[in-house]
Nanobody, 121 residues
Framework: QVQLVESGGGSVQAGGSLRLSCAVY??????MGWFRQAPGKEREGVAD???????GYADSVKGRFTISKDKSKTILYLQMNSLKPEDTAMYYC?????????????????WGQGTQVTVSS
């Protein structure tokens, strides 16, 4: 079993930064990702990192967001810079048993409860 607990969300003005964290309890997954869901919209993939520490990003966040893991691989981070109002959403971390992943939800086995990010203009 894997339990994921996100933290670090909050309210920030456009252009600001936040760093989200996701603590992993239990089995350490091979790959992980960040997803988000804005009100009235479907959940979308934001960034992923696989067992080889290769990363992938949605076009909307490339150059602004960075996904990383700590050395123990039990904490996942999402550094978000140059935030925009359209980044406002509930952010979820997800874990996968796969050694390589994309931003497809079906590839992930466990999900956190989410942390809210609100960006004001």
């Amino acid at each position: 079993q894997v339990q994921l607990v996100e933290s670090g969300g909050g309210s920030v003005q456009a252009g600001g930064s936040l760093r989200l964290s996701c603590a992993v309890y239990g089995y350490v997954p091979r790959s992980m990702g960040w997803f988000r869901q804005a009100p009235g919209k479907e959940r979308e993939g934001v960034a992923d990192i696989d067992g080889n520490d290769s990363t992938g990003y949605a076009d909307s966040v490339k150059g602004r967001f960075t996904i990383s893991k700590d050395k123990s691989k039990t904490i996942l981070y999402l550094q978000m810079n140059s935030l925009k109002p359209e980044d406002t959403a509930m952010y979820y971390c997800a874990a996968s048993f796969r050694s390589t992943v994309s931003l497809a939800e079906y590839e992930y086995n466990y999900w956190g409860q989410g942390t809210q990010v609100t960006v004001s203009s």
